[in-house]
């Protein structure tokens, strides 16, 4: 399953000028959550602002460029692999070898000049799971189908949420950043624990989804639950995720 990370924040005003972040403490955000300041090395992230790129555009190949339509976002100095720009909003990967507890400088630059920067501190975790309009998880059903309301789980069912974040992972292949992750199952390093309502769901993997870029991936027993909503939330490193609601069939 491939998830796209085209533009979806509405509200701020474009422009054609000096690209800016905006506001400038909450514009880094996770790729998937769209929590600020919740980016660790390799995982997916966004920039939200105003002047970002004069033209949107979408990667087209993988390894994703470090440019796209003239804009380029710099981290610590370094370009990074992008995936869409816009005037207000870019995706793009964070290097994989991105220093941990301590500053790191974020800057935009384009054919109109370059932003205002932006420091914050890259997590060694920080999980945040895609949904569908912020609310429901992204998963998989054991028959292929997404779960929703109309396609539930049910309680032993092995389910496969897909998220961005999960830190270093044991990597089954060459790793490098803004390439598809390695074939075969490249675990989390660090601790973790899922639960699903409180309860504790079973981890079944958790890393890298294979074949992607910055994409990971949590396989779990969903526990005995009655039908309804929800909230599923993953903890990686201490670190937790924004709470996704998963679907429980009667």
């Known amino acids: 399953m491939r998830c796209s990370l085209g533009p979806t924040r509405a509200g701020l005003s474009a422009g054609f000028f000096t690209p800016q972040f905006a506001p400038p403490q909450q514009s880094v955000v996770n790729g998937a959550s769209f929590q600020s300041r919740m980016v660790s090395p390799g995982s997916l992230f966004s920039i939200f602002g105003t002047g970002l790129s004069p033209q949107p555009t979408s990667a087209a190949t993988v390894p994703l460029p470090n440019s796209l339509g003239g804009t ?3 981290v610590n100095g370094e370009a990074v692999p992008l995936s869409y720009v ?3 909003q870019v995706n793009a990967q964070i290097p994989i070898d991105a220093p941990t507890g301590q500053p790191v400088t974020f800057t935009v630059t384009n054919t109109d000049g370059a932003s205002n920067s932006v420091t914050l501190t890259i997590r060694a975790a920080a999980p945040g799971f895609f949904t569908l309009a912020g609310k429901e998880a992204v998963i998989q059903n054991p028959n292929g189908s997404m779960n929703s309301e109309a396609e539930p789980a049910h309680p032993g069912d092995v389910l496969v949420a897909y998220l961005t974040g999960g830190g ?3 990597a089954a292949g060459p790793w490098i950043t803004g390439a598809n992750s390695p074939e075969g199952a490249s675990s989390a390093k ?3 624990s899922l639960t699903v309502g409180g309860h504790p769901a079973e981890p079944e993997y958790v890393g890298l989804a294979p074949g992607f870029v910055g994409l990971y991936q949590v396989n779990f027993k969903l526990p005995s639950l009655a039908a309804g909503s929800y909230p599923m939330v993953l903890t990686i490193g201490g ?5 996704a609601s998963v679907v429980v069939g009667g």
């Open 190 to 192: 660090a601790p973790y």
């Open 168 to 170: 270093a992972v044991n």
């Open 239 to 243: 670190v937790s995720s924004n709470a």
């Open 72 to 74: 380029q976002v710099l």
């Open 86 to 88: 816009g005037a207000n």
